[in-house]
């Protein structure tokens, strides 16, 4: 909203200079968002033509409906400066030649949804341009001149708060004027040219038949003055802000008076605010004779009483204040005092402050007016107490952690999704992940789904990063993902996923590394370095079933369990999803559900005991079946518990020369070892060999060379 | 007897001579020196020898054990500054090592955790809740009711009719304060989302907010605990001001500046010519939103305050464009190792 300091002068004695009313208006809550200077030899009052003004331009908040017009600025100033506020008495002449002899018709059917309504006849209106000084006033504040009866109906608003509105009274059929609410499916063209299609929860101002305007949001064009107007209907009235909200929202119609209606326009001011209308009209628009005030009354809001505690705003303040004067600044601001004893005030204040409603209310008023930079900062005595720790969010911050020293950059990618990455991953009908949740209003099309896992976006985030020609990526990501519930809650299950993608490079560039792509078993340590901070127990890794995670590469991807619980996955992701994505080169990825490791109890680890007596290992080579998985032959050797067999690992794997086509050799590293004493290496020999005869025969396999 | 520690001298004197790296040297001490050394080995048959004999050649060992061991140590000490200098250089020891993969948190994660732990250390606790929130938590318990025009401040995401995309982290702290009794100090950091895209405007960010309830807390507090905090994360002579300011669910309401780092508050264009830069919102906790978790106003109070971890961010780094946050391109991730 605009002012300007010559207009703030009409009711206010100002000597200080634009910075400075700048700083007080934004220090006491009225942000002044710019300034700008107007030079001019035009008359901008009727009265003074100042050759100099100033334009604020103001952010008012949302509560401070009292402070949408130059007379509520000007009245704030006066409160903070504590100077006399003065609006000058309005009255009308009713002697001829302005008098005239004509009453009509108003009623309001629905007396909760609007207050009060005024109307007033004016005849011999000429309908024209308006004033220069009129014009000025407007453009300053960035407002359209329209005609003369227009815009001091948009004078009076700007400078008094009060919205009006002008009927061309000719077109009011039975020239009468009914405030109901709308049929359903009524309809009204408004002044924008737009056909509207209203309900019953609507409020209408209305002639005899037919609506003519929505009340407090905007009028019709079949009452529209326009250059043949000879008569005019002017309406000030108060209606419910509840209701005129719902309803400007209900038809995507915000306007300057809808605005002021919606927050509550002062019900003290639609009188005063007609009047000056009127007397305008008349002083304006040539020769115009007016008909009296023709009142039809509603539900007014009424004056509250409210208790006020000295004691209460210096606690929450946290300032010494003295009781005189938070009552004097309360006063200033055109808060009646009711009574009082030692502790307790009863206050009224001003129906023009709909955001004044209970104590606390007072409170902030006197820490506003006494201003912030004149309260202490101090510090709180707080006592000492241990709170619960929230378990959700360290999960999410030790996985970050841990990704990011693994080498990996963090991405962030938004909550809501392309649609097409569903399609472009081929995830199945039957597959959670393709019951997205949509969202009603989305900013567009590409962010209207939120996201049921994370390796789409991190996938589009290669295909960004290749376009740089960047090619060698090591990304993760850690957030939310939102999958529909089938319970009975609202809210969708929200799962913490952490998720990863390699590809390009292996290692950092440089002169002494081989220069080699990231594989399968890259993707897979990291997985199993990553759950094992979580869990070292439970984890599982099974072969992947390629219609679970159809956009991963048959054969080459795993699914991850834990506690016989699908958590995840982890392989390369297949090249013809990578296609949609104009990728070509090979991705490994995993994604894991979080979510399962949030209830794992603290787990405080146990010391064991050293070994008191050396390890003695042996190292065996096995050719084997191609086919036959390391995995089973370690089980094999496991469950047999071997005496002294204290555990076992793979240091080689090889195929190629000197080895059958399809067949491998697996060398396997047994560890023996005894709690009690030194194991001789011929009782390791025995043990070992007879154990590698039954592993020979079991498989079918032959030692190597 | 005594000839043969002269000889056994002569030839450790020989070898020391002949010796050139640090192994060799060692050797010759453990041959000479050792426990099986030939001067230890000699020493142990003094038992051997006459009374008279025993101390003549025992003080002749020692000597010679001494003489031996000042040799080798100076020797040590040549053969230490030749070594690294000698002429056919092993290494080159100007090539880079061989340095693992370095990442990076997102800056986002970096400037949030960096807030998170000034407020741990104050005594805050972090709390966490859904993001996407029923209407009842995002607004109503908030003071936000239907109808009030306080609800266009936010534009919001929505679900269905009564569920929405949080606009900000406060509902998580209606679902901690209906949880727990009061005295309450959390944090409460995460995603937001508005219904809003441009220059300055991602439809998703990050926020962290705070709340304490007590008894006896006031503004005066809440004004000491945000100058420390911002003094900390920004700087000691960080400008600090509150000015009044309006959100339904604390009252009385501030928002906080600080005097502008790029221009020290003479104007410039990141403070849009002012000399102070918007950083948090703030304030005391509205008793209706108090009797809506089942505290009662009359018995405590609470401040509350929240700020935008893209906006701290931005100011951190000196970042331009907020578009970079969420594009993840590698070149900008880098940056931030």
């Given at each position: 909203?605009?002012?300007?300091?010559?207009?703030?002068?009409?009711?206010?004695?100002?000597?200080?200079?634009?910075t400075?009313?700048?700083?007080?208006?934004?220090?006491?809550?009225?942000?002044?968002?710019?300034?700008?200077?107007?030079?001019h030899?035009?008359?901008?009052t009727?009265?003074?033509?100042?050759?100099?003004?100033?334009?604020?331009?103001?952010?008012?908040t949302?509560?401070r409906?009292?402070?949408?017009?130059?007379m509520?600025?000007?009245?704030?100033?006066?409160a903070i400066?504590?100077?006399?506020?003065?609006?000058?008495?309005?009255?009308i002449?009713?002697?001829?030649?302005y008098?005239?002899?004509?009453?009509?018709?108003?009623s309001i059917q629905?007396?909760?949804?609007?207050?009060?309504?005024?109307?007033?006849?004016i005849?011999?209106?000429?309908?024209?341009?308006?004033?220069?000084?009129?014009?000025?006033?407007?453009?300053?504040?960035?407002?359209r001149?329209i005609n003369?009866?227009?815009?001091?109906?948009?004078?009076?608003?700007f400078q008094?708060?009060q919205?009006?509105?002008?009927?061309?009274?000719d077109?009011l059929?039975?020239?009468?004027?009914?405030?109901?609410?709308?049929?359903?499916?009524?309809k009204?063209?408004?002044?924008?040219?737009?056909?509207?299609?209203?309900?019953s929860?609507?409020?209408?101002?209305?002639?005899?038949?037919?609506?003519?305007g929505?009340?407090?949001?905007?009028?019709?064009?079949?009452?529209?003055?326009?250059?043949d107007?000879?008569?005019?209907?002017?309406?000030?009235?108060?209606?419910?802000?509840?209701?005129i909200?719902?309803?400007?929202?209900?038809?995507?119609?915000?306007?300057?008076?809808s605005?002021?209606?919606?927050?509550?326009?002062?019900?003290?001011?639609?009188?005063?605010?007609?009047?000056?209308?009127?007397?305008?009209?008349?002083?304006i628009?040539?020769?115009?004779?007016?008909?009296q005030f023709?009142t039809?009354?509603?539900n007014l809001?009424k004056r509250?009483?409210?208790?006020?505690?000295?004691?209460?705003?210096?606690?929450?303040?946290?300032a010494?204040?003295?009781?005189?004067?938070?009552?004097?600044?309360?006063?200033?601001?055109?808060?009646?005092i009711?009574?009082?004893?030692?502790?307790?005030?009863?206050?009224?204040?001003?129906?023009?402050?709909?955001?004044?409603t209970?104590?606390i209310?007072f409170?902030?008023?006197?820490?506003?007016?006494?201003?912030?930079?004149?309260i202490?900062?101090?510090y709180?005595?707080?006592p000492?107490?241990?709170?619960?720790?929230e378990?959700?969010?360290?999960l999410e911050?030790?996985?970050?952690?841990?990704?990011k020293?693994?080498?990996?950059?963090?991405?962030?990618?938004?909550?809501?999704?392309?649609?097409?990455?569903i399609?472009?991953?081929?995830?199945s009908?039957?597959d959670?992940?393709?019951?997205?949740?949509?969202l009603?209003?989305?900013i567009?099309?590409?962010?209207s789904?939120?996201?049921?896992?994370?390796?789409?976006?991190?996938?589009?985030?290669?295909?960004?990063?290749?376009a740089?020609n960047?090619?060698?990526?090591?990304?993760?990501?850690?957030?939310?993902?939102?999958?529909?519930?089938?319970?009975?809650?609202?809210?969708?299950?929200e799962?913490?996923?952490?998720?990863?993608?390699?590809?390009?490079?292996?290692?950092?560039?440089?002169?002494?590394?081989p220069?080699?792509?990231?594989?399968?078993?890259?993707?897979?340590g990291?997985?199993?370095?990553f759950?094992?901070?979580?869990?070292?127990?439970g984890?599982?890794?099974?072969?992947?079933?390629n219609?679970?995670e159809?956009?991963?590469?048959?054969?080459?991807?795993l699914?991850?369990?834990?506690?016989?619980?699908?958590i995840?996955?982890?392989?390369?992701?297949?090249?013809?999803i990578?296609?949609?994505?104009?990728?070509?080169?090979?991705?490994f990825?995993?994604?894991?559900?979080?979510?399962?490791?949030?209830?794992?109890?603290?787990?405080?680890?146990?010391?064991?005991?050293?070994?008191?007596?050396?390890n003695?290992?042996?190292?065996?080579?096995?050719?084997?079946?191609?086919?036959?998985?390391?995995?089973?032959?370690?089980i094999?050797?496991?469950?047999?518990?071997?005496?002294?067999?204290n555990?076992?690992?793979?240091?080689?794997?090889?195929?190629?020369?000197?080895i059958?086509?399809?067949?491998?050799?697996?060398?396997i590293?047994?560890?023996?070892?005894?709690?009690?004493?030194?194991?001789?290496?011929?009782?390791?020999?025995?043990?070992?060999?007879?154990?590698?005869?039954e592993?020979?025969?079991?498989?079918?396999?032959?030692?190597?060379? | 007897m005594l000839?043969?520690?002269?000889?056994?001298?002569?030839?450790?004197?020989?070898?020391?001579?002949?010796v050139s790296?640090?192994?060799g040297?060692?050797?010759?001490?453990?041959?000479?020196?050792g426990?099986?050394?030939?001067l230890?080995?000699?020493?142990?048959?003094?038992?051997?020898?006459?009374?008279?004999?025993?101390?003549?050649v025992?003080?002749?060992?020692?000597?010679?054990?001494?003489?031996?061991?000042?040799?080798?140590?100076?020797?040590?000490?040549?053969?230490?500054?030749?070594?690294?200098?000698?002429?056919?250089?092993?290494?080159?020891?100007?090539?880079?090592?061989?340095?693992p993969?370095?990442?990076?948190?997102?800056?986002?994660?970096?400037?949030?955790?960096?807030?998170?732990?000034?407020?741990?250390?104050?005594?805050?606790?972090?709390?966490?809740?859904?993001?996407?929130?029923?209407?009842?938590?995002?607004?109503?318990?908030?003071?936000?009711?239907?109808?009030?025009p306080?609800?266009d401040?936010?534009?919001?995401?929505?679900?269905?009719?009564?569920?929405v995309?949080?606009?900000?982290?406060?509902?998580i702290?209606?679902?901690?304060?209906q949880?727990?009794?009061?005295?309450?100090?959390?944090?409460?950091?995460?995603?937001?989302?508005?219904?809003?895209?441009?220059?300055?405007?991602?439809?998703?960010?990050?926020?962290?907010?705070?709340?304490?309830v007590?008894?006896?807390?006031?503004?005066?507090?809440?004004?000491?605990?945000?100058?420390?905090?911002?003094?900390?994360f920004f700087?000691?002579?960080?400008?600090?001001?509150?000015?009044p300011?309006?959100?339904?669910?604390?009252?009385?309401?501030?928002?906080?500046?600080?005097g502008?780092m790029m221009c020290?508050?003479?104007?410039?264009?990141?403070?849009?010519?002012?000399?102070?830069?918007?950083?948090?919102?703030?304030g005391?906790v509205?008793?209706?939103?108090f009797?809506?978790?089942?505290?009662?106003?009359?018995?405590?109070?609470?401040?509350?305050f929240?700020l935008?971890?893209?906006?701290?961010?931005m100011?951190?780094y000196?970042?331009n464009?907020?578009?970079?946050?969420?594009?993840?391109?590698?070149?900008?991730?880098?940056?931030?190792?």
């Open positions: 909203m605009k002012v300007s300091y010559s207009g703030l002068k009409e009711f206010i004695p100002l000597n200080i200079s634009e400075e009313l700048s700083y007080s208006l934004t220090m006491k809550g009225i942000e002044v968002e710019d300034i700008s200077v107007i030079e030899e035009v008359i901008l009727v009265d003074k033509p100042p050759a100099k003004d100033y334009i604020f331009e103001l952010s008012v949302p509560n409906m009292d402070c949408l017009s130059f509520g600025i000007a009245r704030e100033l006066a400066y504590d100077i006399s506020f003065h609006n000058k008495k309005i009255e002449d009713y002697k001829e030649p008098k005239l002899n004509l009453t009509v018709p108003i629905n007396s909760d949804l609007c207050g009060i309504y005024v109307g007033v006849v005849d011999k209106v000429k309908i024209g341009q308006s004033p220069e000084w009129l014009k000025k006033f407007l453009e300053n504040i960035g407002v001149s003369n009866v227009v815009d001091i109906t948009n004078y009076i608003m008094w708060g919205p009006l509105h002008a009927f061309d009274f077109k059929e039975g020239h009468e004027i009914i405030v109901r609410n709308a049929r359903e499916g009524e009204i063209k408004t002044l924008d040219g737009k056909e509207r299609i209203l309900d929860s609507m409020l209408v101002i209305a002639d005899k038949y037919n609506p003519v929505i009340a407090g949001v905007m009028g019709g064009e079949s009452s529209e003055v326009t250059t107007t000879k008569t005019i209907l002017l309406e000030a009235a108060w209606f419910l802000p509840q209701s909200r719902k309803t400007a929202k209900k038809l995507k119609l915000p306007s300057e008076a605005h002021r209606f919606e927050r509550g326009v002062d019900p003290e001011g639609v009188m005063d605010a007609c009047k000056r209308a009127v007397k305008l009209l008349c002083d628009c040539g020769g115009a004779q007016t008909s023709i039809a009354n509603g809001p509250k009483r409210i208790i006020f505690k000295p004691e209460k705003a210096r606690k929450i303040i946290g010494k204040l003295k009781d005189n004067e938070m009552i004097n600044i309360l006063r200033r601001l055109g808060i009646d009711i009574s009082h004893d030692i502790d307790n005030f009863i206050l009224s204040p001003p129906l023009r402050r709909f955001d004044i209970e104590e209310d409170i902030e008023e006197i820490s506003r007016i006494v201003g912030f930079e004149n202490q900062a101090t709180p005595k707080t000492v107490f241990i709170q619960p720790e378990p959700l969010y360290k911050t030790s996985a970050k952690d841990i990704l020293n693994l080498g990996l950059f963090q991405v962030i990618n938004y909550s809501f999704t392309n649609p097409k990455n399609k472009n991953f081929a995830v009908e039957s959670k992940r393709i019951n997205t949740i949509s009603q209003n989305p567009s099309y590409e962010q789904e939120m996201r049921t896992f994370l390796l789409p976006q991190i996938v589009e985030n290669i295909q960004h990063n290749i740089f960047k090619r060698d990526l090591r990304l993760f990501e850690v957030g939310k993902v939102f999958i529909k519930d089938d319970n009975t809650s609202p809210l969708p299950l799962e913490i996923h952490a998720a990863v993608v390699l590809t390009g490079r292996k290692y950092p560039p440089s002169w002494t590394y220069n080699e792509n990231v594989d399968f078993y890259d993707i897979k990291m997985a199993e370095y759950l094992n901070f979580f869990s070292e127990t984890i599982e890794f099974m072969e992947g079933n219609t679970d159809p956009f991963m590469l048959a054969d080459a991807h699914d991850i369990f834990y506690n016989n619980i699908k995840g996955y982890l392989g390369e992701i297949s090249p013809n990578l296609k949609n994505y104009d990728i070509l080169t090979k991705v990825a995993f994604e894991i559900n979080l979510l399962p490791f949030s209830d794992i109890n603290k787990h405080y680890k146990r010391f064991q005991p050293l070994p008191r007596f050396p003695i290992s042996r190292d065996t080579a096995f050719i084997l079946d191609f086919n036959l998985s390391s995995q089973e032959i370690l094999y050797i496991l469950q047999k518990n071997i005496e002294f067999l555990n076992i690992d793979i240091f080689d794997v090889y195929t190629g020369k000197n059958e086509k399809d067949k491998k050799s697996l060398g590293r047994f560890n023996y070892m005894s709690d009690e004493r030194t194991l001789t290496d011929s009782e390791v020999d025995e043990i070992h060999n007879s154990l590698i005869e592993v020979l025969s079991k498989f079918d396999a032959k030692l190597r060379d | 000839e043969k520690i002269k000889n056994i001298l002569s030839q450790a004197n020989e070898e020391l001579e002949k790296d640090l192994a040297l060692d050797n010759i001490r453990v041959s000479y020196l426990k099986k050394g030939h230890t080995l000699i020493l142990r048959t003094l038992g051997s020898l006459s009374p008279e004999e025993r101390p003549v025992g003080d002749s060992i020692n000597k010679a054990k001494a003489e031996l061991e000042e040799k080798i140590s100076l020797k040590k000490e040549t053969l230490e500054k030749t070594t690294s200098k000698s002429s056919t250089k092993l290494l080159d020891l100007t090539l880079p090592g061989r340095t993969f370095k990442g990076a948190y997102h800056p986002i994660t970096q400037i949030l955790n960096e807030i998170c732990d000034i407020f741990t250390s104050l005594g805050f606790t972090v709390s966490q809740g859904p993001e996407i929130e029923l209407d009842f938590y995002n607004f109503e318990a908030l003071n936000i009711p239907a109808e009030h306080a609800r401040m936010q534009d919001t995401f929505y679900v269905s009719d009564n569920v995309l949080r606009t900000h982290t406060s509902p702290q209606i679902r901690t304060m949880k727990r009794k009061p005295p309450l100090k959390i944090i409460a950091p995460g995603k937001v989302y508005r219904c809003d895209s441009d220059i300055t405007h991602t439809p998703m960010f990050h926020q962290i907010e705070g709340l304490h007590d008894k006896d807390l006031s503004f005066s507090h809440l004004k000491g605990l945000l100058i420390q905090f911002l003094q900390k700087s000691a002579d960080t400008k600090v001001r509150f000015r300011s309006f959100f339904p669910f604390t009252e009385p309401s501030a928002e906080v500046d600080i502008c020290g508050g003479s104007g410039c264009r990141v403070c849009k010519g002012t000399g102070w830069i918007e950083v948090l919102g703030a005391m509205h008793p209706q939103v009797r809506n978790v089942g505290y009662d106003p009359a018995e405590f109070t609470g401040y509350a929240g935008g971890i893209e906006r701290f961010t100011l951190r000196g970042i464009d907020i578009r970079l946050y969420y594009e993840n391109d590698i070149r900008f991730l880098e940056q931030f190792k």
